[in-house]
């Protein structure tokens, strides 16, 4: 039988304490956000809360070297807010984002009068110039002969 987690959550000493601490630091993560600029308020999340520590996890090491001069100030605009703190910790921690779904490749071709004309341009040049290896090469590969 399930139950609705929510009538869980009010019950137990550890509970009730993990609960706790979870609204105190989605508190702290709003307050930061509205301290912060707008540049940096959403490349940064409150992680955890020890003592007078608060600890910030910044999405690069761009962020968090940033984050580190902004510190004496966050802690001031905090401690306006009534948040009294003795330090801010900066760790770098990437976000995990999820990677897209890889696009279809697209198949592209050349008609075959475009590839008689790269033939014959090809057949114009010098048998050791660059330009007409790497236009027998393109030729051959559009016809989807093997390299050799």
């Given amino acids: 039988m399930t139950q609705p987690l929510h009538r869980f959550a009010g ?12 609204e105190r630091l989605g508190a702290l993560q709003r307050l930061v956000e509205t301290a912060l ?5 959403g490349l940064c999340h409150v992680a955890n809360l020890k003592g007078d520590t608060l600890l910030i996890h910044a999405d690069s090491g ?7 001069q902004c ?15 003795a330090a801010i910790r900066i ?15 697209t198949v592209r071709a050349i008609s075959q009068r475009t590839r008689a004309g790269m033939d014959t341009l090809a057949a114009t040049l010098p048998s050791d110039d660059p330009l007409r290896a790497a236009l027998e090469r393109f030729v051959r590969h559009s016809r989807g002969e093997e390299e050799t």
């Fill in 62 to 68: 761009a962020v968090a070297a940033k984050l580190r």
């Fill in 71 to 85: 510190a004496p100030q966050l802690l001031n605009a905090l401690a306006g807010q009534g948040v009294v703190l």
């Fill in 37 to 41: 600029p707008d540049h940096l308020a």
């Fill in 11 to 22: 019950t137990g000493s550890a509970l009730e304490s993990l609960h706790a601490h979870a």
């Fill in 91 to 105: 760790a770098t921690r990437p976000a995990q984002r999820i990677r897209p779904e890889a696009r279809p490749v």
